[in-house]
């Protein structure tokens, strides 16, 4: 309840009368604080985030990225510039894209891929 210096008036009492009727109401949701990671492009097109495998297109073996992940998506960036965008898998999962796998290794990867799956299920 102390005096102002400048204003000669009391902080909580502006607050009170000029400030907080400006303010919006709380959101309902918490807010998601993402993270950021410099996953490795290994040799099998792959970048290791928050313990899962995700695809990465192009020809970017060996190469660090920056990766943005949330609870919903992961983000991937390559000096700056926005590369791809996934949605997030849980940890010892993998996230294929076949699109991001060169033609001559697709049928391969996916193929593998499909024979998981059908051992997984069985």
């Known amino acids: 309840m102390r005096i102002h210096g400048t ?19 709380l959101p309902d949701t918490v807010f998601d604080i993402p993270v950021c990671v410099n996953p490795k492009v290994a040799p099998d097109r792959h970048g290791q985030i928050s313990q899962a495998l995700y695809s990465i297109p192009g020809d970017l073996l060996g190469q660090r990225l920056t990766a943005r992940v949330d609870s919903q998506t992961v983000k991937l960036y390559f000096r700056g510039e926005l590369i791809k965008v996934d949605p997030k898998v849980g940890p010892g999962r993998r996230q294929t894209d076949p699109a991001d796998l060169p033609s ?18 069985d």
């Open 7 to 25: 204003t000669r008036l009391r902080p909580v009492e502006v607050f009170a009368t000029d400030e907080a009727p400006k303010l919006k109401p």
């Open 104 to 121: 001559e290794l697709t049928a391969f990867a996916m193929r593998d891929l499909t024979t998981l799956q059908r051992k997984a299920f």
